[in-house]
């Protein structure tokens, strides 16, 4: 199934930078990221109840396809693949989980000669999975990811590198006989990366 929502993404990306290609004066770019996901919270909600479990540092790597639809807007859509990561309670690990978001994404970049800094949002919808001792016999839900932040841009051409900081939530759902338990994982995400635009 992973297979199959990973493939439905590219395609996805790919029909994105095909299709805003038709505009003949369209400044399109490709951004490749790495990230550092810094150690976080996971809030648990069952019933009314909110337990928090403490989730270790994680990595991910992303790709955005943007669209220049004015000088200082850009839209498009990405995809970010997380690593698994851990979550420990009271000491004791609760095995490891990830997100796989597939996202909208709208950066104002304020160009100052090669430097650019910009702010970033990105909005989508997070497929959820983790190993056998996170999820036990549940079945695990996807749902709401969004993040928000900022970053700056070093042009070297039509080529850039970039740092960029992020607050991201990722947000699902484990099921198990009937019972939801809501989840909500939130961090702060540093990456450095590449950009193309063509």
Known sequence: MRRICLAVAVVLLLGCLISVSVFADSAISLRARASGQ???????????????????????IGLDALYKLFPYLQIGGGLEYQLLREVTYQGASGGSFQFVPIYG???????FGPIEP??????????????????GTATLNGGLYFAAGAGVDYKLGAVSIFAEATYAVDD????????????????LDVSVGVSFSF
């Open 105 to 111: 994404i709208v950066r104002v970049p304020f160009a």
């Open 172 to 187: 699902g759902s484990m099921s198990d006989s009937g019972v939801t338990l809501d989840t909500a994982t939130t961090g």
């Open 118 to 135: 910009y702010v970033v949002g990105r909005i989508g919808y997070g497929i959820y999975s983790g190993d056998s001792t996170y999820t």
């Open 38 to 60: 810094l150690a976080g919270n996971q809030a648990d909600t069952i019933s009314g109840v909110t337990i928090n479990t403490d989730v270790a540092t994680g990595f991910a």
